[in-house]
Nanobody, 127 residues
Framework: QVQLVESGGGSVQAGGSLKLSCAAS????????MGWYRQAPGKEREFVSF???????KYADSVKGRFTISQDNEQRTVYLEMNSLKIEDTAVYYC?????????????????????WGQGTQVTVSS
């Protein structure tokens, strides 16, 4: 059962923009939070951004001011708009969901609590 499906990755020159999308199943969308992580070659997966059920957003310092997370509740889709892309943004980007059976178990801070993952979409930034 596919729960999260990313799209929108691709190749772009430094300074360019891309917008990633992640379609989520009804069950897990915006339960506690939706987020984005990335993994560059030879590196560990790292946090990029999340938006929680209360609309609070957080970003990694490395993307603040350049990336924007948003969601469309009707479409059950979360987006990551990436501007001023840098070569070091090159990575596989993963959509993630923090899902709890009881929403009372949601925390405002979802980093480290994501338990559903998409298959990833490649973003390549070149000079």
């Amino acid at each position: 059962q596919v729960q999260l499906v990313e799209s929108g990755g691709g190749s772009v020159q430094a300074g360019g923009s891309l917008k990633l999308s992640c379609a989520a199943s009804r069950r897990i969308f915006n339960n506690c939070a939706m987020g984005w992580y990335r993994q560059a070659p030879g590196k560990e997966r790292e946090f990029v951004s999340f938006i929680n059920k209360d609309g609070m957003v957080k970003y990694a310092d490395s993307v603040k001011g350049r990336f924007t997370i948003s969601q469309d509740n009707e479409q059950r889709t979360v987006y990551l708009e990436m501007n001023s892309l840098k070569i070091e943004d090159t990575a596989v980007y993963y959509c993630a969901a923090d899902f709890r059976i009881a929403r009372s178990d949601c925390y405002s801070e979802s980093r480290g609590r994501f338990n559903y993952w998409g298959q990833g979409t490649q973003v390549t930034v070149s000079s």
